[in-house]
């Protein structure tokens, strides 16, 4: 009897839609396994924010049955030696590259990691790294990944890398955005937990850049005025601030941080 019974295969990468490369990867996909469900997590990653595909993966991955396999193709250069691995955790398991993507999505607690392969020149391999995660995939229907034969390692081996963390004074908040919604709205790094935490029961206002300010939560953003700005604790528990019929974003001026850029927005809360 097989292991398990893995049918869903998750795709996460930066290919984004303009040639087939989406479609490549699920041909190869589906060559190893013709009975598996392929679901698309995104395709727009951003290769240079690696915290933007580690939000998705974050919110996305508990919703799919355990033994689904989660392929994450985001920033395979962003370090000079790529290497493929291969994470178990929750019962899920994880193939992406070692630029420290995992441990920014999943935290470095009960999880498990094995190197897969390791490339010199990842440029030049692509379509390994597409064949070698099909091949994988496959291999999970049937056996257990420690079963597979690949080397195991510690989390201080891999990149560990964070989301980053929002600073914190006696009456300032300083945030930065994960990312940004399909609608514009801006995702920021504080939970809802941090957030009361560090409010303890005072009055707010998030500064707009100039666009004036917020000072209230709206959890049914039908009560929130009309043109004006709101936020709310999205489904993922994080701050999200957006603006009705419009693009907040683009609107009011803020974009994702990445750890690769010098200049980026910082979103401030101002507690009274």
């Not at 290919?15 to 589906?30: E, T, V």
């Not at 250069?77 to 178990?88: D, K």
């Not at 070692?98 to 999943?106: C, E, K, R, T």
Request: charged share 15%; aromatic share 12%.
């Amino acid at each position: 009897m097989p292991f398990n019974t893995m049918r869903f295969i998750s795709l996460l990468t930066d290919f984004g839609h303009q040639d087939a490369s989406i479609a490549i990867m699920k041909s190869k996909l589906l060559l190893h396994n013709p009975d598996a469900q392929l679901l698309d997590l995104s395709h727009n990653a951003s290769s240079n924010a690696l915290q933007d595909a580690a939000y998705v993966l974050q919110s996305a991955y508990r919703q799919f049955p355990q033994g689904t396999c989660h392929i994450i193709l985001v920033g395979i250069y962003y370090t000079v030696q790529a290497s493929l691995i291969l994470g178990e955790k929750d019962g899920h398991y994880f193939l992406a590259p070692n630029n420290g993507i995992l441990p920014m999505a999943l935290g470095t607690d009960n999880i498990e990691l094995w190197q897969c392969y390791a490339w010199e020149d990842a440029s030049s391999n692509f379509n390994q790294w597409q064949d070698k995660c099909a091949q994988i995939a496959h291999q999970l229907e049937q056996q257990k990944p420690r079963d597979l034969g690949f080397p195991s390692f510690k989390l201080d081996r891999l990149l560990q890398m964070r989301f980053p963390r929002p600073i914190l004074s006696d009456n300032t908040i300083d945030c930065k955005v994960l990312f940004i919604t399909h609608h514009g709205n801006i995702v920021l790094n504080i939970t809802q937990e941090e957030f009361e935490q560090y409010r303890a029961g005072r009055s707010f206002r998030i500064d707009l850049k100039g666009n004036g300010y917020i000072n209230q939560i709206h959890q049914n953003i039908a009560k929130a005025k009309s043109n004006n700005a709101f936020c709310r604790f999205n489904k993922n528990g994080y701050l999200e601030i957006g603006q009705h019929n419009e693009n907040a974003a683009k609107m009011l001026g803020f974009f994702p941080y990445s750890g690769q850029q010098i200049f980026y927005s910082n979103v401030k809360i101002i507690f009274e």
